[in-house]
């Protein structure tokens, strides 16, 4: 039988795929079945512990009317054999934005298993009101809008 | 030479002591020195990644009168052989105050090198207002204070 999660990033793509769903099912596959599991929403209650304390967070979660997309950006990753843990920024968009309405930081830990890699711990919170510029912003250059000087 | 940390408990321990003691460079000997390390500090702000990112953020941290005292409760841990998870709750307590007067979140992510365990990422975010109820309530119990019925 094939590991479900070959790599830490194929574990990581199901997890953001079971978020986007809003399926508990695929969400709860994702998470290792074990008492040290640890789960923090960004909203910032206590850390919840164990598989049925993290899976009842997520039905929270799901609970309510996401109509949001996740995508995690300036990932770092600090992987060994049998751990991995990847901090980045998640970028929320929500539908009918234009551009990116809110930033979540995050912490994402997953373990090797017998059966493949799998999420042990999630730390979301809450983080900057704007992304990172990736570039000098045009003022900086002197410009204004697209003209050429 | 003995290594600096023996065991990912040595690491934090140091990593609280030069917290308290608001002293940067024992604080920065925790952490290691490496392109991929990365510190999130509660106030939100964007991830700090990599020794000179993460130096200036305990800068700024210390540069403040703090006057806090630190205690890392409820902790979980993951541990591997070469990478180690820890998350809890810091309970803040300011002096004077006779309570508990915050609570923060926190991952701590350890590494085993050839120099012993050192700090790689730490993400903290605001928790609960309240500590975990360790014991139900006197007034669950019908009783007030001590006495006994």
């Known amino acids: 039988m094939p590991q479900r999660y070959a790599t830490p990033d194929e574990a990581e793509a199901a997890y953001y795929a079971a978020f986007q769903a809003a399926d508990l099912d695929a969400m709860m596959d994702v998470w290792l079945e074990h008492p040290d599991i640890v789960c ?11 598989y049925p304390a993290v899976l009842e967070g997520w039905l929270h979660v799901f609970a309510r009317e996401l109509d949001i997309k996740l995508e995690l950006k300036h990932v770092v990753r600090t992987v060994t054999a049998d751990l991995a843990v990847h901090s980045g920024e998640e970028h929320i968009t929500r539908s009918g934005d234009t551009g990116v309405s809110g930033i979540i930081r995050v912490t ?7 059966d493949g890699w799998r999420m042990v711990q999630h730390h979301a919170s809450p983080g900057p ?21």
């Open 129 to 149: 009101r704007e992304p990172h510029v990736e570039a000098p912003p045009d003022f900086l250059a002197g410009g204004g809008g697209n003209r050429t000087h």
């Open 40 to 50: 923090m929403h960004p909203v910032g209650g206590h850390l919840l512990r164990g």
């Open 108 to 114: 994402n830990v997953y373990q090797r298993t017998l």
